[in-house]
């Protein structure tokens, strides 16, 4: 079966001819792709209205901090908000760290998940993180661009770092750049401030 694949100029060598190993853009699937903006072919689900404005790709910078870890440190972050006219967004978060100039030294935490939101407007999220930990958070929209979440399910594997309960707030700034903080409980320690970012709008 052929498909049609997108490229970029990198995706061959051209001294060798070795294809790059990145993930390949098919073209071809038979189903729409995920929308990150209103006003596209894919009609935003009405139950998912109170999360609107969160829908973009977003980039920026941010501040990890916790007793266990040797300091605090800055690390790179995008983040995705899309939907495919189902009650949910489909939600991704990529993060590399950075050194004191700003330079990229790694990648760094992902998560994957999805916001859903019932008829009274109480917010549930499903997220995975790739260091093996699943969370279920609840929580509903504080303002019109702001919103609360606080965990009521935390499992993870037998390989994973203790984490005992969980809460996020995000928010719309007037300059239109998405800010979030994070606080955690990790090693049996009480819940306190972990992570903080802003990020700008990069798609959507």
Do not use: K
């Given at each position: 079966m052929n498909s049609d694949v997108s490229h970029t100029s990198s995706d061959t060598d051209a001294g060798h001819g070795a294809t790059n190993r990145t993930l390949p853009w098919f073209d071809d699937l038979p189903i729409s792709m995920d929308a990150v903006t209103?006003?596209?072919?894919?009609?935003?689900?009405?139950?998912?209205?109170?999360?609107?404005?969160?829908?973009?790709?977003?980039?920026?910078?941010?501040?990890?901090?916790?007793?266990?870890?040797?300091?605090?440190?800055?690390?790179?972050?995008?983040?995705?908000?899309?939907?495919?006219?189902?009650?949910?967004?489909?939600?991704?978060?990529?993060?590399?760290?950075?050194?004191?100039?700003?330079?990229?030294?790694?990648?760094?935490?992902?998560?994957?998940?999805?916001?859903?939101?019932?008829?009274?407007?109480?917010?549930?999220?499903?997220?995975?993180?790739?260091?093996?930990?699943?969370?279920?958070?609840?929580g509903g929209r504080t303002g019109e661009t702001a919103w609360e979440l606080e965990s009521d399910t935390i499992t993870r594997t037998d390989t994973a770092r203790e984490t005992t309960a969980a809460a996020r707030l995000y928010g719309i700034l007037e300059n239109g750049d998405l800010v979030y903080a994070e606080e955690r409980a990790l090693r049996g320690l009480p819940l306190q401030p972990h992570l903080s970012a802003q990020l700008a709008r990069i798609a959507g």
């Open positions: 209103l006003g596209q072919d894919i009609e935003l689900h009405p139950q998912c209205q109170p999360l609107a404005p969160l829908l973009g790709v977003w980039r920026g910078e941010g501040l990890a901090q916790y007793p266990s870890l040797l300091g605090e440190f800055r690390y790179g972050q995008q983040v995705t908000f899309a939907h495919d006219g189902r009650p949910f967004l489909v939600y991704e978060a990529r993060a590399w760290l950075l050194n004191s100039s700003g330079e990229v030294l790694r990648p760094a935490a992902r998560e994957v998940g999805w916001w859903r939101v019932d008829e009274e407007e109480t917010i549930e999220v499903v997220l995975a993180h790739m260091f093996g930990i699943c969370e279920i958070y609840y």
